[in-house]
């Protein structure tokens, strides 16, 4: 499936991702950069921070309750935010758009 990532400053990263892995995952295979992911995809640092676009808000779904809390560490969390290894790379997400942040916080 083909995941789009859009830096703050506009700049567009098409990647083209495995079945199965985290957003994450996919995008610091092919080194978009913008995700730091410190933890390594644990869901305890929120440096994999990124915006989902609104057309794919209801495919990749909300957040869980622990996944919503280290949001509240992340920089300028909004209604859309997601931490991008907390999403599965599926078939029902190719296409799909994600922005990044300014600053990871
Ligand atoms: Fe740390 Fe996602 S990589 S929360």
């Known amino acids: 499936p ?3 990532f859009i830096e703050n400053n506009g700049t567009e990263h098409v990647v083209d991702a495995e079945t199965g892995v985290s957003v994450m995952e996919a995008a610091v295979k092919n080194m978009v950069p913008g995700i730091d992911a ?9 440096t ?3 915006y989902v676009d ?3 808000a209801e495919k990749t779904g909300k957040a869980e309750s622990m996944e919503e809390s ?6 300028e969390p909004k209604a859309n935010s997601r ?8 078939d029902a997400l190719d296409g799909l758009v994600v ?4 600053f990871q916080g």
């Open 2 to 4: 083909k995941i789009t």
């Open 38 to 46: 410190d933890c390594g995809g644990a869901c305890a640092c929120a």
């Open 48 to 50: 994999c921070h990124v």
């Open 54 to 56: 609104e057309a794919w």
């Open 70 to 75: 280290m949001l509240d560490f992340a920089y």
């Open 83 to 90: 931490l991008s290894c907390q999403i599965t790379v599926s």
């Open 99 to 102: 922005r990044l942040p300014e």
